[in-house]
């Protein structure tokens, strides 16, 4: 029976699951401007729109929460946080802030001006408007097949290592930071491989420009690692992370992901200086730098969750939930973004509705049939996340791809509301003809995807 493959944790506490009807959900859609955003979550009866945050908190995690110290400055729960993180990540400095967002805004504060330009494979999308809200310029250098939903290579989260070295031979100096996301979210949860990371920090170092890991995903990473990647098939999680982590210069991490809490994050580098300016910046914006934002309990459950995620049966049974509604979605023959990657199932809008032009925004559309047909809340990264308007020409540059992401919580839902969700996506499927492209009426400067008002295109 060693085969027979279950969960490593069994059900505690349960929370019931809000059903609403076919003629409800259109209407809701309707009232929230066609952006799920604006859906309340008490009308979403599976909610995929992230895994950020999203996580089911452990007993031990929920344990420590009633021993977290919430003294001011110094607390005893910053010090098991700051032990945890160096003892996994191996840099000197920890400084604890309360999302992975905040992390990203005070080290590019220190470290960009305007004009200058940070590499990644790809950046996320806060990562991306991060650079831009400084002055920088985001420039991504990811492997060609990570813009082909259909090329199915094991770690696609990988840089171009001749477009990279041909970037930083053009712009020199003004290359300030590379910016390593693991697993590569917005190309598809796509892990990266160590030899890819070895051969970055040394040409990085050649150049003199920091690498620093964003780590929202970094132990599902290091499990495709040692599933895919020879020679670290007998490693532990722990071991690939640290040697990963000892290629680079710092890492920020969102803790609402692979540290599986509802709240968090943090910085750890090695330069001392930077962390001086970091930590004023920290003081002015978040908190002193021993809570930086967080309360201690939240401290504490960040140190054992970030635990808790490099269990490699815990990791087992994740990827596998995740490839559960993969396989599905590919048996039925729906494009979807292969191979499956870490933390979500990546729908290809442009091959599902090839009658709606990138213009009408046909990942959103695809996003609201679904919620419609089963109360599954997605979310897009198209057009409506990343499509960019020259001021002065008033010409739209559209993205390579228009995905729906049905990002999968950790340790939250079933096989069987994944299986619903997989028959959800096939009804909408059957019935692609019939939907409708979607027209922006209202839009914010940046991140306008939060807060976008739609309308139905007739
Ligand atoms: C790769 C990556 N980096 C950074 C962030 C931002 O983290 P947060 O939502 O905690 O601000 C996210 C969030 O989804 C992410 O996926």
């Known amino acids: 029976m060693e085969d027979f493959f279950f969960e490593p944790y069994k059900i505690k506490v349960v929370e019931p699951i809000p059903i609403t009807t076919r003629e409800e959900r259109k209407k809701i859609i309707k009232d929230a401007g066609y952006n799920v955003f604006n859906i309340p979550a008490g009308k979403v009866t599976i909610d995929l729109l992230t895994d950020s945050g999203t996580s089911a908190m452990s007993q031990d995690q929920w344990a420590e929460i009633m021993r977290g110290d919430e003294s001011y400055a110094g607390s005893k729960s910053f010090y098991n946080f700051q032990e945890t993180i160096k ?3 191996g840099y000197k400095h920890v400084i604890p802030c309360h999302q992975g967002r905040v992390a990203e805004n005070i080290l590019f504060m220190n470290l960009l001006k305007p004009g200058d330009i940070a590499l990644s494979n790809t950046f996320f999308d806060t990562t991306r408007a991060n650079v831009l809200s400084k002055g920088g310029i985001p420039i991504d250098v990811v492997i060609e097949e990570a813009y082909d939903p259909e090329i199915e290579i094991p770690f696609k989260g990988n840089v171009d290592l001749n477009k990279l070295e041909d970037t930083l031979k053009k712009h020199g100096e003004r290359v300030k930071i590379f ?15 160590l030899k890819n990371i070895r051969e970055l920090s040394h040409i990085l170092k050649k150049y003199g420009v920091p690498l620093f890991f964003d780590t929202a995903r970094y132990a599902e990473n290091c499990y495709f690692i040692k599933e895919n990647e020879e020679g670290y098939e007998n490693k532990s999680i722990l071991e690939i992370a640290r040697e990963i982590f ?5 890492a920020m991490m969102s803790a609402k992901k692979d540290a599986l809490v509802n709240i968090g994050g943090f910085l750890t ?4 200086e930077l962390a001086e300016k970091v930590k004023q910046t920290l003081i002015i914006i978040e908190g002193f730098p021993t809570y930086g934002g967080l309360a201690g309990r939240d401290l504490e459950a960040i140190a054992v969750g970030l635990r808790e995620a490099l269990d490699e049966e815990y990791l087992r049974a994740r990827i596998r939930q995740v490839r559960l509604l993969g396989n599905y979605l590919m048996e039925k023959k729906i494009p979807i973004v292969k191979p ?26 695809l996003t609201c049939a679904i919620y419609v047909e ?6 897009e990264i198209g057009s409506l996340m990343f499509a960019e308007k020259d001021e002065k020409t008033g010409e739209v540059k559209y993205p390579r ?11 939250v839902y079933t096989d069987n509301h994944i299986l619903y969700v997989g028959k959800v996506v096939e009804s909408v499927f059957e019935k692609r003809n019939k939907i409708k492209g979607l027209r922006i ?18």
Do not use: C, W
């Open 87 to 89: 003892s996994i990540f």
């Open 179 to 193: 910016v390593l996301t693991i697993t590569n979210n917005s190309g598809g949860g796509q892990p990266v491989s």
């Open 246 to 250: 000892s290629l680079g210069d710092g």
């Open 269 to 272: 580098f090695n330069d001392d």
């Open 340 to 365: 499956v990657g870490g933390h979500a199932v990546y729908l290809d809008a442009l091959k599902i509705l090839d009658h709606i032009p990138q213009s009408q925004l046909p990942a959103q559309s």
């Open 374 to 379: 089963g109360g599954v809340r997605g979310v």
């Open 401 to 411: 791809n228009e995905l729906v992401r049905l990002a999968i919580p950790r340790r």
């Open 441 to 458: 009426i209202k839009e914010s400067k940046y991140l306008r995807h939060f807060t976008a008002i739609l309308e139905e295109v007739n």
